[in-house]
Structure formats: structure tokens, C-alpha cells
């Protein structure tokens, strides 16, 4: 059976710092880019960062950028996504989200809330 489970959202200040983690099991998890989403009240869900299989490569959307960190632990299949500075604006429900490379597989988590508020 498929599963991505989300961890680690929850309420900030902003200009805290949260880390999600995404834990994955159910398929070959090193066979599967891994990608964060998030989806604000009354907004359509938008990428937020991806890593290659290997980890090599990371990519961040320019909202997030030079703020948050993914990464992605190939042996414990776990990614992660290192939250800093958080805005208002970043709060939203947080998914993860499986590719598979050379497939049209692909998963989602059930997301994770996370809320920046004074």
C-alpha cells in the first residue's frame, strides 16, 4: 500500500521556522522524484520545491527561495522541507508529492497544515 504521511506542520510566528517531513512507503521511493506542494485557503494548490532521486538537484519556487530548504533521505525514505523565515503568506496545507521517473505514477500526501500568525 502507497503512503506519503506528512509531519511537522503546526502554528509559527512569523519569521520562525518549521520542518516538515514526508515519510514514504509502498513503492521505490529512490525510483521517484519528490516534490512539495501547498495549497492556501481559497488558492489553487502551487509547487513549492523539488528534488531529483539522487538529490542532486534541487529547485524552489522564487516565493520560497533563499528561505526553504528540501532534502531527501534516499535510505529512510524520507524527504523533508526545512521552513525559515516564514511569512503570513506561508501558510497554507503542505503536501508531498511522488513521480515516477520514466512513469505516469504518481502520489500525494494527505498534507500538513501549517499556519504563520502573530
Known amino acids: 500500500q502507497v503512503q506519503l504521511v506528512e509531519s511537522g506542520g503546526g502554528l509559527v510566528q512569523p519569521g520562525g521556522s518549521l520542518r516538515l517531513s514526508c515519510a514514504a512507503s509502498g513503492f521505490t521511493f529512490h525510483y521517484y522524484v519528490m516534490k512539495w506542494y501547498r495549497q492556501a485557503p481559497g488558492k489553487e494548490r502551487e509547487w513549492v520545491a523539488g528534488v531529483t532521486i539522487d538529490g542532486g538537484r534541487k529547485d524552489y519556487a522564487e516565493s520560497v527561495k533563499g528561505r526553504f530548504t528540501m532534502s531527501r533521505d534516499n535510505r529512510r525514505k524520507m524527504v523533508y522541507l526545512q521552513m525559515n523565515s516564514l511569512k503570513l503568506e506561508d501558510t497554507a496545507v503542505y503536501y508531498c508529492?511522488?513521480?515516477?521517473?520514466?512513469?505516469?505514477?504518481?502520489?500525494w500526501g494527505q498534507g500538513t497544515q501549517v499556519t504563520v500568525a502573530s
Open positions: 508529492k511522488a513521480e515516477g521517473m520514466g512513469s505516469t505514477n504518481e502520489y
